[in-house]
């Protein structure tokens, strides 16, 4: 009797996010935006991206990593708790709960609303979403007044908004460039996030994920005779290529440079190509570096769905490789959010870094390192060797607006580029309004690179294909540089669909790889 | 941090409360407003003794009288009507400025605009 | 006293008592709360003269905005002046001696509250127009610009229309300062604007208007780039 109480409870519940996930139903996929080189401020409709929704987690995956498995009873109650707890941990989420205006000026900045033209994807309309609850459950306003007042019950219809528009934003916090008060809806679809999964609603992409780093060091699930033997194949590739014997040397103890560096750069294409590039620098400089099975991963998916805890576990995974292998000086390879969690959290999460070498930035990111040493002579470099090329460069947005490379601000938007032109020489930027910390994002990020959404990613980065069309019209571009590896799989995938080839995207060690000249130091 | 939070909320606090604060600093609970004096001259015979308005009315709009009738006056040439209103006139009773009308100026914060201090055309008699 | 002047005293301290509890428990909260990671939105300043600098310009010039949206920057911006200035003016009637400085200020005739109105006019108009911000606007955002309205329509009236005698205000205001309650002048376009800023003070921490407070708190905005040289430890999220 108990039991089959039990299970109806379960369907119930089960029936609860299958409604969730089909109201509204899907739809058919529409065309891609078209390529006029313009970025217009298009008039809103509303629902027009509500249908768009991830896959839900597994119960195996949620549990893993401490979630409920399935949508909880009292969900509701539990979510408000949840609320509780997180606006008295985090100060931005309550400053920017209060301190929202609707002047409207963040509204047509995000890439997802500028192609989706749903109001709830404009930054203020989706963390509306979140204010709704604020208002109904915490503030004296919704209490009184209620609807009136925009306070709203957490029922499921607003919880399958939840789960829909807070996983069209890539937390890329253009929005906070352009608000008065600089509110990040970045931290508000974090919170969000973190709710939801605390709840038992998980999605399913990232949470499988941050579940394969903890069990096996990397976003990939790949073991470590998976990782040697990728590498042992780039070794053989670089020396097919070039004659030189260039090692990649794994579990060095006592090495001068760590390499910490996202997993795809070992697998995907053009992430490999960077690691090449890499390589070829540690060489040709005559450092000796090492990687680390223990730390495979730079990314850090904990940092999409707001979990402190899984991302200090995640990021403990570096703590422990500094510890076994003692390298002196720690780098990071081409990932943008990754380096936001390096650059800005690890301090935090993992410092201090006594055991480093003081003298050098801890952490260092590799555009930073490649540069240093090709400012100081140490790299022979052959810049016809990117001739075909003409360059643009893609700010990442989470090395743009949350990081600095070098020692002055703005430092991570001269320092690519610096590096850039000391390879290559035809380079040119895209528009003022789509570069530097105005940049938009690839339309992939913060959690979105999964195919369920490739129609919220193909439109997401329309903002960038109009601005790469034009340069690409105007001043013959065919090669943007990057230095994320989610945008790198996020281009390589969508540009196609714009009819832009999928060359097109390369990272920017790609193009320091390419010009280096092995072997010819005296 | 502690620290930090404290210092923002005393900034905080001593700005909103600083009219309260200075009252009570300068020990001036005093706020009975001045008591402008009068130097009455004696009226002619049969004119009865009091101002052109009624006084709460003066009280208010005196401002608005004197600049209507300077402009009036002076621009517009119409002495005679507004004869009534002439600041002569006005100083018939209200002879010194700094019992009469400096008191009330300074209490509001507001500089009479008659007088040559700021710009204004009349010095005879009234300097402070 | 009058049955009125009893009322408004009580009021007006219930009013002033609630915002000023109100507000200042608001920014207890924000300055308490704490910010466990570095997120300051960058390029950003590298040192903290670097961040006052930052939040002069966001606070005195509204510098985000002005890159963002040009027309609701001089709407915007112009309104907070002109509020500015009224409030600058309006100080002669809480201190006894008016400061020379306030005197000064208060000299210059610049019809501050009609540009007070209609930039607040041009706010609503822009609420309504742009679809974005049409579709954002909640009710309290329309009752706010109504109240402000109509504070400085009434204001404007007292000053320039039909004249209140300002010294029986300032007595009335000086005997709420110092705990003396005088009398509330009956002038009915004076009480009804007297009213509307008390009924507004209390809304005040309530309301979204907290961002007056709450912009200093903001982490993207008030916090030093130095994540690589200065460890950031916070309660919670670091032990040790
Ligand atoms: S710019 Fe800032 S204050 Fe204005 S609507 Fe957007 S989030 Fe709100
Ligand atoms: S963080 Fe980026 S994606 Fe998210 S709402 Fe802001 S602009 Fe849009
Ligand atoms: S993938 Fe690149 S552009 Fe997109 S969110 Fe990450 S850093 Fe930003």
Known sequence: ?522 | MKMKAITAFLVFLVILTLPFLVSAVNGDILSQAPQPKLEKAKAPAGVENKCVEEVPYMRANHMNILKTARVQVVRNGLREKYKKYSLENCFTCHRNRAEFCDKCHSYAGVEPGCFGDRGGCHYANTKK | MSGLTLLYTLFAYVAIAVFLVGFLARIWKYATTPSPLKIPLTPAPVNSVGVVYRMVQEVGFFKSLFYSNRIIWIGGYLMHIALLITIVKHLRFFFKTTPAALAWITSFEIYVGFIFFGALAFLFLMRLVIDRTYYLSLMQDYVLLIFLMLIAATGILTKYYVRTDIIKVKQFVMGLVQFRPEAIPGDPIFIIHFTLVLLLLIYFPFSKLMHSGGIFFSPTRNQVDDAREVRHVTPWAVKG
């Open chain 1, 1 to 522: 009797m108990a039991e089959e109480i039990t299970t109806t409870e379960e369907k119930t519940v089960d029936k609860d996010i299958a409604a969730l996930l089909t109201s509204p139903p899907k739809r058919a996929p529409e065309p891609t935006p078209e390529l006029t080189g313009k970025i217009v401020k298009p008039k809103i409709v509303q629902g027009a991206a509500a249908h768009y929704k991830p896959h839900v987690a597994k119960p195996e995956i949620q549990e893993k990593l401490g979630f409920p498995g399935t949508l909880v009873e009292n969900w509701q109650e539990a979510a408000v708790a949840k609320m509780r707890e997180l606006l008295g941990k985090y100060k931005s989420l309550q400053v920017y709960m209060d301190i929202c205006v609707r002047c409207g000026s963040c509204t047509d900045k995000c890439q997802y609303f500028l192609s989706t033209r749903d109001p709830k994807n404009m930054p203020a309309g989706r963390a509306e979403l979140f204010r709704q609850v604020y208002r109904k459950y915490f503030t004296t306003e919704g209490k009184i007044f209620g609807k009136l007042a925009g306070a709203v019950d957490f029922d499921l219809s607003l919880l399958a908004e939840w789960y829909s528009y807070f996983h069209q934003c890539s937390q890329c916090r253009r929005c906070s460039l352009y608000c008065p008060y600089g509110i990040d809806t970045a931290e508000i679809s974090m919170a969000a996030r973190e709710i939801m999964d605390s709840i038992g609603l998980g999605q399913k992409y990232t949470n499988e994920i941050i579940g394969k780093v903890h069990e096996l060091g990397n976003n990939l699930g790949m073991n470590e005779a998976a990782l040697r033997n990728a590498i042992e194949f780039v070794e053989e590739e670089i020396e097919e290529d070039t004659g030189v014997p260039v090692k990649l040397p794994i579990n060095e103890e006592d090495a001068e440079v760590l390499l910490v560096t996202p997993s795809a750069d070992f697998f995907a294409t053009p992430h490999l190509e960077s690691l090449v590039g890499y390589a070829k620098v540690f060489h040709q400089a005559g450092i000796n570096w090492t990687l680390s099975t223990t730390a495979a991963e730079a990314g850090n998916f904990g940092m999409f769905v707001g979990s402190y805890y899984h991302m200090q576990k995640i990021a403990s995974r570096i703590k422990q490789a500094i510890e076994e292998l003692r390298p002196k000086r720690l780098v990071v390879g081409e990932c943008g959010h990754a380096w936001r969690v390096a650059y800005a959290f690890w301090n935090t999460l993992i410092g201090p870094f006594d055991m480093l070498n003081q003298k050098y930035p801890r952490p260092q990111h590799i555009c930073e390192f490649t540069l240093d040493l090709i400012n100081r002579g140490a790299l022979k470099i052959d810049k016809s060797a990117n001739d075909e090329f003409v360059v643009t460069f893609h700010d990442s947005c989470n090395v743009a607006r949350a990081t600095r490379m070098g020692d002055k601000p703005g430092g991570q938007f001269d320092i690519p580029r610096e590096l850039i032109k000391a390879v290559t020489n035809k380079y040119v930027d895209m528009e003022y309004d789509t570069i530097r910390e105005r940049t938009f994002c690839c339309g992939g990020g913060g959690g979105l690179l999964t195919d369920e959404l490739i129609d919220v990613r193909v439109k997401g980065a329309m903002p960038r294909m109009q601005a790469l069309h034009n340069v690409m019209e105007t001043h013959g571009v065919n090669f943007m540089a990057l230095i994320c590896a989610i945008c790198k799989a996020q281009f390589t995938k969508i540009m196609p669909k714009y009819g832009i080839p999928m060359e097109v995207a390369g990272g920017v060690h790609q193009l320091v790889g390419r010009a280096i000249v092995l072997g010819a130091k005296e």
